[in-house]
């Protein structure tokens, strides 16, 4: 009986489990252990199946210690081998629908990694709209890798996941829901947070604690000069983040900057939207004058201090690595 199997095989990997911290582990019976997940894939589906297209509710339980078993034995493999976690995802994933037989890994066990870095790829491009046409957000899966290795990028991560979760809604993206003000007080505090972590990995020494100084000397590490100008002359419109009148359109006197003499637009379009985010974040650290309008569906703002946010890291990790 399938309750019985279950249960037994259940059982069965228990046991493994406890075990494998004495075992060792050859190279061989790893690959037993793969051809094992893949049975397990491969009975989940079978499974699966019968529930969503006969009714067989009878199998949900023993589908539930299935996944339990699928994720021990995906524990057990990242554990004994060097291959990691996404190795096994991208191995157990549809590539081509056609002639597979089992179940994709992610579709079984709830990995948030696979999930972060599935909502980066799936909405961020929704933010680099403008950007595509100087060459930025081509390769969006070796910017997230990047950022990903900064530690201070996960909590900024996930904040914007739980936005774009929050929102509930496929395709185009509206700002409906009213806790928006709680995800972009922590996307503007993180992405500063993000950008002092760059500044410790390429000019190797601690961050200065004012965010204009933080810029021009980041630009020492930008190999191409002719692009680190948009960080060099960052503090010469820098009181206009401050946001100390408190203007009704807080990115008005940055949207007023004049085009400067020998600047192309890719130059002045980052320029400004670097300005942008520092005035989110200024204004998210000492203002409130904005919030209802903010948490009340206004999409248009709450879009343009996401994209100030997304397009300024995206735009650092860049010139940074030279490209």
Known sequence: KPEQEASERHNKLEKMN?????????PIFNGLLEIDLEKLLTLFCRWHEQIERNGRRNLEKPLELLQQDVYHLFEWLCTTTDKGEMYYF??????????????QLQDVISYEEFELKKTFLRFVKFYCDE?????????????YERLCEISSFSPW???????????NRKGIIYFKQPRILDYLIVMTTRTEIV????????CRKEAPSEMSKLFSELATAVRNKSVAKTLVYLHNDWYKTKLNDKPDEIFEKIDA????????????????????????RNYFAHHSYKDKIINSRN?????????????????????????
């Open 299 to 323: 999409e248009t703002l709450t879009a343009a201090v996401l994209k100030s946010c997304v397009q300024s890291l995206v735009y650092l990790d860049a010139i940074l690595q030279g490209e």
């Open 18 to 26: 406890g075990w494998k911290k004495h075992a060792q582990i050859e």
């Open 257 to 280: 900057i004049p085009d400067k003499k020998g600047w192309n637009s890719e130059d002045m379009y980052f320029y400004k939207q670097i300005l942008r985010f520092v005035t989110s």
């Open 131 to 143: 950007i595509r046409v100087f060459g930025y957000a081509s390769n969006l899966d070796e910017v």
């Open 90 to 103: 991208d191995k157990w994933s549809y590539k081509n629908r056609c002639g597979n037989s089992w179940a």
């Open 157 to 167: 991560m996930r904040s914007f996941a739980d936005l774009h979760k929050s929102i």
């Open 195 to 202: 950008i002092r972590s760059l500044f410790t990995q390429y």
